[in-house]
């Protein structure tokens, strides 16, 4: 057997998984999490995915899990109401663990973790970048799915698991301060980054203010549509959108903005050169055509009108988060090697003039694929 977590060894110990345990997989994971693949022993049952709640992230995992339930329960409705065969492969299943009145949707062990279950999705696999425009289109029609399914969910229900998640302003404020304090000392390496991203915050102040205006609605988004949220079967068909943490009320540019940002660099996330990094404008076009080819009929104008903006608003949060966890001394995100988040924010500043170029081609782009079609 691999390593395994001690938590699953206590979890079996009192009968709270749901079947005996073969072995346990790591699974490369995101920036946050840690997870596993449990198989488990009788080919009859299934396996599962467990994930260890990053509880510095997550504080409140009882409203986080909540929100899954509730989010999941709801698409699965939609799901079958399309008459789509193999549910359990379109949306997120997870699990209950424990035993009678004790059942909940996630466990908290001897050593104050928390983790949770979701049945496993066998045969599936992500990109973490799109590869052609083919698959930026059919990605844009994942995530246009995702919004038409949630539509008319009602966001009053959720809870915000993680306050003023994409609220730039405050994203910007955090960095200000984060300057003033220069916890970990590292301020000295960063002045130029620091200053390149304080000079711009004026430019991105934008959709918070058109939000409290009332001219873009608050809808329930996804809020981390990294590309590598979207799982395909082995025909490369789409299965469903995981990953579903961060789902709560927001604007739908976030999720237009973070997909681009993610999946249509030439670079990686964290490339070291960022002569690699650019804006691939046939990858951005053809996931804002499948995206628009899916949401267009129940998006506001005014929507639409932010969608290439928020490709530019989230690269810059992100390279604002990346400098602000490096200047923290690395709390947030898990990292490699002690430049790691400097490196991560270098690669986003470099994305976003590459976005701040084409801009205006993909807003214009964008606005004509939102014309509705009679
Ligand atoms: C985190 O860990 P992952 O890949 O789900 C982060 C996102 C960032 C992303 C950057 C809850 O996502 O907001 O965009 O890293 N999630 C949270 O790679 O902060
Ligand atoms: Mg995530």
Redesign the pocket.
């Known amino acids: 057997m691999n390593y395994v977590p001690k938590s699953v060894v206590e979890m079996v110990a009192v009968g709270l998984l749901p079947h005996p345990v073969l072995e346990i997989e790591e699974l490369s994971?995101?920036?946050?999490?840690d997870s596993w693949k449990v198989v488990t022993k009788d080919p009859k049952h299934p396996n599962y995915l467990l994930q260890k709640i990053n509880h510095n992230?997550f504080r409140d995992v009882e409203s986080l899990q909540y929100n899954i339930k509730m989010v999941t329960d709801y698409i699965r409705n939609k799901v079958i109401l399309k008459g789509i065969q193999d549910i359990d492969r379109h949306v997120l299943t997870p699990i209950s663990i424990g035993k009678g009145d004790n059942t909940k949707l996630y466990y908290w062990d001897s050593n104050g973790d928390y983790w949770r279950m979701f049945l496993f999705i066998e045969d599936s696999h992500s990109y973490d970048k799109m590869e052609s425009p083919e698959m930026a289109e059919v990605a844009g029609k994942a995530f246009g799915q995702f919004h038409k399914y949630l539509k008319d969910f009602p966001g009053k229900r959720l809870c915000e698991v993680?306050p003023n998640?994409h609220n730039t302003p405050v994203r910007i404020e955090n960095l200000r301060r984060r300057v003033v304090l220069n916890p970990a000392g590292r301020l000295k390496d960063v002045n130029k980054e620091v200053d390149f991203l304080i000079n711009k915050s004026h430019d991105f102040l934008m959709i918070a203010d058109l939000g409290e205006k009332g001219i873009i609605p608050t809808r329930v988004v996804h809020?981390?549509t990294?590309f590598n949220?979207i799982l395909f079967d082995k025909n490369d068909e789409v299965l469903c959108v995981v990953?579903l943490?961060?789902v709560m009320p927001g604007y739908i540019c976030y999720d237009v903005g973070?997909a681009i940002r993610?999946g249509a660099n030439t670079g990686k996330?964290d490339d070291a050169d960022i002569k690699n990094v650019e804006l691939d404008m046939n990858l951005a076009k053809a996931f804002m055509k499948g995206f628009l080819d899916k949401t267009r009929m129940f998006l506001k104008k005014s929507e639409i009108e932010t969608l290439a903006f928020g490709a530019k608003l989230l690269t810059y949060e992100?390279a604002v988060?990346f400098l602000d966890d490096y200047l923290d001394g690395d709390k947030?995100?898990k990292t490699d090697y002690p430049e790691h988040n400097l490196v991560r924010a270098r690669a986003q500043i470099k994305l976003l003039q590459s976005i701040e170029k084409h801009y205006t081609e993909l807003d214009a782009y964008a606005k004509k694929c939102g014309v509705i079609k009679y």
């Open positions: 994971s995101g920036l946050i999490n992230v993680i998640f809020q981390d990294k949220n990953d943490d961060t973070d993610s996330e992100q988060r947030y995100y």
